[in-house]
């Protein structure tokens, strides 16, 4: 349809516990598949995917570019939730993207801290981040 849906996460009723966080990377992966999007752009306040946390390892690298097998291999070893993050930090944020990955929807990880990086990348533009691909 040509447009471009922007998703967050909130606080939504269950019928068992009363209500729960449903976070936006569950929603972005589900409804991606559900309508063959072309990709996926997640916006962090990090420049892309590292092998260590890079607010506590500063010579941590950055992933330009990771397959599916590479994010599986990796993923262990990613950053669970240092903060209230109901998703569970990197770890749990690859978890839910994982399938629509393995769906073909390619995944790019930017900094939505620094001015207009997610226009730039939505326009097509290259910019520093993380392309994840099932290649």
Known sequence: MGFTPVLYGDAVLDTKIGFTILSGDQLVSYLAMQFDAERIVIGIDEDGVFEADPKLDK????????????????????????????????????????????????????NATQPRNVCRVLQGEKIRGTLIEKV
């Open 59 to 110: 010579t941590a690298k950055m992933f330009e570019h990771l397959t599916l097998g590479e994010l599986k291999k990796l993923q262990g070893k990613l950053g669970k939730a240092t903060a209230c993050d109901v998703i569970g930090g990197m770890f749990g944020k690859m978890s839910e993207l994982i399938p629509a990955i393995e769906h073909e929807i390619p995944v790019t990880i930017v």
